[in-house]
Nanobody, 120 residues
Framework: QVHLVESGGGLVQPGGSLRLSCETS????????MSWHRQAPGQERVVVAG???????HYAEPVNGRFTISRDNAKDTVYLHMNDLKPGDTAVYYC??????????????WGQGTQVTVSS
């Protein structure tokens, strides 16, 4: 059974930093494309950053230059380093894993989410 467990969320002042972690189990982590999404109150869930199995990170425009996604295949963990946080970054952040299924495509798994609140 696949599990994704996020941690590292919390309350931070504008301009501050946080590092989110997502530890996975029950899957071959190094084969998975990993990503972070977020959902603000009353808004749709949107992708924030992604890092494929073979590297090459990509970012949504609102966070480009401020957030960095990375992965440690030895620890089955993906990270999201968030700098210069703004009130608009307030949301629940979700880790996702896209597990390849051969000819069947991919199977997506989601974590339970971690709250990030940016406020003075």
């Amino acid at each position: 059974q696949v599990h994704l467990v996020e941690s590292g969320g919390g309350l931070v002042q504008p301009g501050g930093s946080l590092r989110l972690s997502c530890e996975t189990s029950g899957t071959i982590f190094e084969r998975n494309d990993m990503s972070w999404h977020r959902q603000a109150p009353g808004q749709e869930r949107v992708v924030v950053a992604g890092i494929p199995a073979d590297g090459g990170a990509h970012y949504a425009e609102p966070v480009n230059g401020r957030f960095t996604i990375s992965r440690d295949n030895a620890k089955d963990t993906v990270y999201l380093h968030m700098n210069d946080l703004k009130p608009g970054d307030t949301a629940v952040y979700y880790c996702t894993a896209a597990e390849p299924q051969g000819r069947l495509g991919v199977l997506d798994y989601w974590g339970q989410g971690t709250q990030v609140t940016v406020s003075s």
